[in-house]
């Protein structure tokens, strides 16, 4: 799942308004920003398979630190502690928890049985990636609703905060769609542009945020 991760980060705004839709980002996609790293150092591993799913070409071997329901569950802990630290408010400990692990429960929808509890465990998912149109009707819809949310929880200041949100959108649907098409050269060519693409895509995010304020 891609742009499901992000409707909820855009729905979270209207939870968590004191803190930046990147952050929120950031928690929803907290799992997809670590891996690249892990298999990078060859501590998780993934191959290119075309065929793997109807949607993906992705064969994702082992990634039990970075996607096991465990783990999420301590980096959700730990990155809601830190958000809840620097807005000195304990009730965004449990949203920012919620938001990490929810890329678990995304992922187990979409996902083929790949999906570890823990470390070395039985691997779980329904598969809704072996269908194309099934995956882009529950996203799309996922995506709309969270993009609806956002709007009603925020309006713009001036013309960054709806212009610079409004390329932000459509640059998440091409991206979209773009993912449909041949995959990826190399893990380390997927690798690269995970990493370069989330840096820019929270950048992104931090930025237009900032030039929308958080309506009553």
Not at 82 to 102: H, N, Q, T, Y
Not at 173 to 186: D, R, S
Request: charged share 10%.
């Amino acid at each position: 799942m891609f742009i499901g991760h992000f409707a909820l980060g855009f729905a979270a705004k209207r939870v968590a308004p004191r803190l930046s839709l990147a952050v929120l980002f950031a928690a929803a996609q907290f799992a997809d920003l670590l891996w690249p790293f892990l298999v990078a150092l060859g501590i998780e591993q993934v191959r290119i398979d075309p065929g793997a799913t109807a949607f993906t070409p992705l064969d994702f071997i082992s990634y039990p630190y970075s996607h096991s329901l465990l783990f999420l569950c301590i980096w959700g802990v730990i990155f809601g502690a830190m958000c809840a630290g620097v807005v000195r408010d304990r009730r965004m400990l449990p949203w920012i928890f919620a938001l990490v692990v929810s890329h678990w429960v995304l992922d187990w929808i979409t996902h083929r049985p790949d999906m570890p509890l823990y470390p070395g465990s039985a691997k779980f998912g329904l598969g809704l990636w072996n269908s194309v149109p099934g995956t882009i009707a529950v996203e799309v819809l996922m995506f709309a609703a969270g993009v609806w949310v956002y709007i009603r929880s925020t309006r713009a200041r001036d013309r960054v905060g709806r212009r610079a949100f409004a390329a932000f959108v459509g640059f998440l649907i091409a991206a979209y769609a773009a993912g449909l098409g041949p995959p990826p050269p190399t893990v380390t060519a997927l690798v690269v542009t995970a990493i370069a693409g989330a840096g820019v895509l929270m950048l992104w995010a931090l930025w237009f945020d900032r030039h929308r304020t958080p309506t009553a």
